[in-house]
């Protein structure tokens, strides 16, 4: 059985490995070509590269729980031989959901806005009703990654068709020599959030995050249309409260502070649902 020490290098390795396969695709003029379902094939070639049996791996699975829809990456428990036609869902062992920052991330109470809802809530209902393993990706750009997701703000502006990043300021002076971001000393690198994201997810490594989503805080967006739109197929076991409340983990992510290095950034969060407890 997998120890959570092989796992933890095991997720950031899955994070190196996006950075580096969506870094090749920019380079070679294919970037506008990613999609997140694109994500899964390096993402699968690195769990296998990193111990786990191929023959546990699948990639969209339809979903156990909710009619219609599917999981972008499903990884099995040790005893499957035939995952393509198992259909014990307990055996399944760890869940993925995939999404590409971009200018729309950013844009709160709109379409893609709600999409990241629905992967988080997905995977926190699914951890709910299975208690699997359930880890939501972000990845993007190193720009886009920073700004519509970590910053969640409009900041990137096209000029003559070209992407141009906001001027990256010189911040430090020490013993006469002007710092870089990517110089900057290691307590200054960190992901700078804001927006609704930042009360969802952390962004240093072991940081959790906690918050409890109502079907009445917003009608439009949010739990109500998730809700709406989620249908499950076994209405006497899995009932919808008016609440859910939601626990994040940080367990990968790319470093802050290194626009100048690397293309793109990507990070990892563990999803789970906080069990209502009882008095009695």
């Known amino acids: 059985?997998?120890?959570?020490?092989?796992?933890?290098?095991?997720?950031?390795?899955?994070?190196?490995?996006?950075?580096?396969?969506?870094?090749?695709?920019?380079?070679?003029?294919?970037?506008?070509?990613?999609?997140?379902?694109?994500?899964?094939?390096?993402?699968?070639?690195?769990?296998?590269?990193?111990?786990?049996?191929?023959?546990r791996v699948i990639l969209e699975k339809l979903h156990p729980i909710f009619k219609k829809k599917y999981i972008d990456l499903v990884i099995f428990d040790e005893t499957v031989k035939e995952p393509a036609t198992e259909k014990d869902d307990k055996k399944l062992k760890e869940v993925y959901e995939f999404k590409v920052a971009k200018n729309d991330t950013s844009k709160e109470y709109k379409d893609e806005h709600q999409r990241v809802f629905n992967d988080i809530n997905r995977l926190a209902y699914y951890h709910l009703w299975s208690n699997k393993d359930c880890y939501f990706l972000m990845c993007g750009k190193y720009e886009d990654f920073k700004t519509y997701f970590v910053g969640q703000k409009s900041e990137i502006k096209k000029e003559k068709n070209k992407l141009i990043a906001p001027v990256r300021k010189i911040t430090t002076v020490q013993q006469g020599h002007a710092l870089t971001n990517t110089e900057q000393p290691d307590q200054e690198k960190v992901w700078k959030p804001e927006g609704t994201y930042k009360d969802w997810f952390g962004f240093q490594i072991e940081e959790v995050k906690e918050i409890e989503f109502n079907k009445t805080d917003n009608t439009k967006f949010g739990l109500k249309p998730f809700q709406a739109n989620y249908k499950v197929r076994k209405t006497q076991t899995h009932k919808y409260s008016e609440t859910l409340k939601i626990k994040t983990k940080c367990v990968a992510i790319t470093p802050s502070g290194l626009e100048n290095i690397k293309t793109h950034a990507a990070g990892i969060w563990k999803i789970e649902a906080v069990k209502e407890t009882t008095n009695e």
């Open 1 to 55: 059985m997998e120890d959570e020490i092989k796992k933890a290098e095991r997720l950031n390795a899955i994070v190196d490995a996006v950075c580096y396969w969506l870094g090749y695709q920019f380079k070679i003029g294919r970037d506008q070509l990613i999609h997140e379902a694109s994500l899964r094939y390096p993402i699968a070639d690195t769990i296998t590269a990193k111990g786990i049996a191929i023959n």
